[in-house]
């Protein structure tokens, strides 16, 4: 722990004050917290079981500001005694949201905040589903493209039908006989067939 930390305790008369690693001689006198944020403004004596300075430390005075604004010390110290301790710290929380959403906006306070990020999400929707359809659109005019340039290369690799090579079962393998509209009876002059 740096010289510059500072370390707070509340003041419990039958707890001796811990010593510090780092210092042999006698140990300072325990620093005696200062009352809560809330007690601070309220001008009220922060006893040792305060309900409100677990939530509301002596740091944050905005904090328990806001809330007493809307809600009022009473309701909120009402609140905090009738739920349980593992609950208190999220209700405070929403208090001081809720708080700060009615002070922005005193006539819809949380109600108008949730609309307009209700409004903002459908529009994103929207813009979504706009961009899904686009994306379709363009994976099909893409698939249309690919199908016509194979089509056009099959249609240019295939043989012209002017000439044909025909092969006689009867001649040897490198007599050919080529067959085009210029010489029709060539395959009747071949000796083997007369």
Known sequence: MGSSDTTTFRHHPSSSPSSSPTSSPPPPPPVVLSPCAACKILRRRCVDKCVLAPYFPPTEPLKFTTAHRVFGASNIIKLLQDLPESQRADAVSSMVYEANARIRDPVYGCAGAICQLQKQVGELQAQLARAQAELV??????????ALICMEMAQSQQPSTDSLIITSPYASQNDGFFLDDSSHGSLWEDPLWT
Do not use: D
């Open 137 to 146: 659109n363009m994976q099909a005019q893409n698939a249309n493209l690919i």
